[in-house]
Each structure stands twice: as structure tokens, then as C-alpha cells.
T-cell receptor, first 115, second 113 residues
Framework: NAGVMQNPRHLVRRRGQEARLRCSPM?????VYWYRQLPEEGLKFMVY????????ESGMPKERFSAEFPKEGPSILRIQQVVRGDSAAYFC?????????????FGEGSRLTVL | DAKTTQPPSMDCAEGRAANLPCNHS???????VYWYRQIHSQGPQYIIH???NNETNEMASLIITEDRKSSTLILPHATLRDTAVYYC??????????????FGSGTRLQVQP
């Protein structure tokens, strides 16, 4: 049973370009969460999605960031017009149900470097 | 979710038990204690959770005091690979508010050879 799969594992972008990070949850999981971890800092919640719906985006920056989790396919975190401050590790997690959201399964992360 | 307090760092000798404390004095009756860890550069890993009874799995044991105001995560025979940041999180299990898990600063455990 494959775990949470994230790709790419490493992504380099120049300022102003777009970054797309993908997350395939564990089989059977329909709840996806995105977290960001800046260098030497803690994990910060960004957005919580359930198939085709955004449940909580309170941690998402208002500009340039968007997330989706379509009916078919992986969840996508999209960062437009990247800046150096977007350089971070982005972790995706999934859970089986909405009633056990304390037990999350995380991917290995996507590391974005903005030059 | 109830606030938790953890020491910022701890050391442990390899092969010895690592006992990681967590205070959660404002915990509510329906809130569980969850533990995660994050090994350097990896994704966080769920370890264990409990409500009021002590719990044990293949990774660790969780001891919750009778008044539930504090708990201890025990790694019975720490190895170098257990060096990580350990997070104690308190929250309801069935979150009808549908809020995501939030991580604090955790305890940085360094297992020494």
C-alpha cells in the first residue's frame, strides 16, 4: 500500500516563474492537507481539501497561492510568480476520514528553491 | 485545541529509554494526545495517540497521568535513528469543525552514541 506520494521532490524556479507541486494521497484517503516548512522553522498549516472542495484555507497566503484536489488525479499546490521567500519544503498529508484528522500520513515533501 | 508545553531539547544515550514529557493542563475530556516526530528533512511521522489509558505500539509507549494534565512518550531503547523533533498535540478525535492539525515547536531529541 503506497504511502503519500509527492512530486517533484526537488524543484528549482527563478523569481517570477510558476511552481506546481503534486500530491497523491494514500489509497482510499479523500482528505489532503498542505503544510509549509521554511528553513529552520516549524511546520505551518496552509490548506485542507477534500475531493473537489477546499475545507480550510486559513493558512494559505492570499496572493499567488492556490490549491485544488480534483475528482480524478492528485492534489496540486500552485505558486504563481514565485519569490525567494517561497523557498521551503512543502509537505502533503492525507487522512482516511474527516473524523480522524489527528492521524495524518505525510509524504516526503517537495523542496522548492527560488533563485 | 488545548495548548501543550514541551522542553525545547533533550539528550538521550543510545540504548537507553528516552522519556519525552508534555504538559497539557487545559486538556478537555474529549481531547486526545497525539505524538508525531520529524526526522531531519523527512515528512512528519505519526507515532501514537491516546485518550486516558496508557498505549503501546511497535514504536513507543504513551503514558498519560490520571488527571490527564500531562503525558510522557517513551522510546524504550533509543537508537541514533530516533534523533528527531517530537511533537505533542492535543485535539478532539472527531473534529466536526474540520480544522487541520497544527504543530508547535516540539522537543528536539538528540540520541548520543
Amino acid at each position: 500500500n503506497a504511502g503519500v506520494m509527492q512530486n517533484p521532490r526537488h524543484l528549482v524556479r527563478r523569481r517570477g516563474q510558476e511552481a506546481r507541486l503534486r500530491c497523491s494521497p494514500m489509497k482510499g484517503h479523500s482528505h489532503v492537507y498542505w503544510y509549509r516548512q521554511l528553513p529552520e522553522e516549524g511546520l505551518k498549516f496552509m490548506v485542507y481539501l477534500q475531493k473537489e472542495n477546499i475545507i480550510d484555507e486559513s493558512g494559505m497566503p492570499k496572493e499567488r497561492f492556490s490549491a485544488e484536489f480534483p475528482k480524478e488525479g492528485p492534489s496540486i499546490l500552485r505558486i504563481q510568480q514565485v519569490v525567494r521567500g517561497d523557498s521551503a519544503a512543502y509537505f502533503c498529508a492525507s487522512s482516511l476520514t474527516a473524523t480522524n484528522t489527528g492521524e495524518l500520513f505525510f509524504g516526503e515533501g517537495s523542496r522548492l528553491t527560488v533563485l | 485545541d488545548a495548548k501543550t508545553t514541551q522542553p525545547p531539547s533533550m539528550d538521550c544515550a543510545e540504548g537507553r529509554a528516552a522519556n519525552l514529557p508534555c504538559n497539557h493542563s487545559t486538556i478537555s475530556g474529549n481531547e486526545y494526545v497525539y505524538w508525531y516526530r520529524q526526522i531531519h528533512s523527512q515528512g512528519p511521522q505519526y507515532i501514537i495517540h491516546g485518550l486516558k489509558n496508557n498505549e503501546t505500539n511497535e514504536m513507543a509507549s504513551l503514558i498519560i497521568t490520571e488527571d490527564r494534565k500531562s503525558s510522557t512518550l517513551i522510546l524504550p531503547h533509543a537508537t541514533l535513528r530516533d534523533t528527531a523533533v517530537y511533537y505533542c498535540i492535543v485535539r478532539v478525535k472527531e473534529d466536526t469543525g474540520r480544522r487541520a492539525l497544527t504543530f508547535g515547536s516540539g522537543t528536539r531529541l538528540q540520541v548520543q552514541p
